[in-house]
């Protein structure tokens, strides 16, 4: 009976995460906002529920630590609720908790350093001062089902955590989590003419440190084909 019990109670909170998680898709931004300006916490609960996953992936790939990303989404959330009648709507109610997350893993990122100029900051008007790849093997046409493996998903994600910040976050914030270069220049308070930049950047970076891992791949198929 008492494992009974336990197996019902199990079924009930998988139950209830899984409309949790219904409801979330289906009711509005405007809704969830005017829940939360309203006190109602169930509105909370749906916007984390809505936008938690996401906001963790950019913080994990940007903090490279589970608890430092977990602490970034809840100061994120926190910061969020409390500020929440300062929301204008200029922009999505994604976006706007895209942009906190960001800052909050800049500042905890962010170190004393001497005065500096910044490669990245001096780079993003022009194209001049490109670091060209030393090696071109054109992964890109790679086929598809290689990029399946948890192997090559491991070295994508070391490749990005080597990026600096201002790349890594073009990057996970337009080809990992689908936003638009406007909605991208919003969430980090740049221009889109920045973004495109970054991104190129950021891919040729990329591009470089792949390249690296899918020749020594290639070398390894062909040695193992001749021996």
């Given at each position: ?9 199990h ?8 409309i ?16 939360i ?7 909370c ?19 490279q630590n ?28 994604g ?28 780079l ?14 054109d ?72 390249s690296?891992?899918?020749a020594?791949?290639?070398?390894a ?7």
């Amino acid at each position: 009976l008492g494992q009974h019990r336990v197996t019902v109670g199990h079924f009930a909170v998988l139950r209830t995460v899984a409309i949790m998680s219904l409801m979330s898709e289906i009711v509005s931004d405007e809704d969830i906002l005017s829940g939360i300006r309203s006190g109602d916490k169930s509105a909370c609960a749906l916007c984390i529920d809505k936008y938690g996953p996401s906001l963790y992936r950019l913080a994990l790939r940007l903090m490279q630590n589970e608890r430092d990303a977990e602490d970034v989404v809840q100061e994120t959330f926190l910061n969020a609720f409390k500020s929440i009648d300062s929301f204008e709507g200029r922009s999505g109610l994604g976006t706007w908790l895209y942009r906190i997350t960001y800052n909050n893993a800049m500042m905890r990122l962010r170190r004393p350093a001497p005065d500096t100029v910044s490669v990245d900051e001096k780079l993003d008007g022009a194209e001049e001062g490109y670091t060209v790849p030393q090696q071109f093997f054109d992964w890109c046409c790679l086929p598809e089902e290689d990029f399946d493996s948890e192997e090559v998903r491991q070295e994508l994600e070391k490749a990005i955590g080597e990026l600096s910040p201002s790349l890594s976050s073009v990057f996970i914030l337009r080809e990992l989590e689908g936003l638009s270069t406007r909605e991208t220049a919003e969430t980090l308070g740049v221009s889109e003419d920045v973004v495109k930049t970054r991104l190129r950047r950021a891919r040729l970076q990329l591009r470089e440190a792949l390249s690296g891992y899918f020749a020594e791949q290639e070398g390894a198929v062909s040695r193992q084909q001749t021996d």
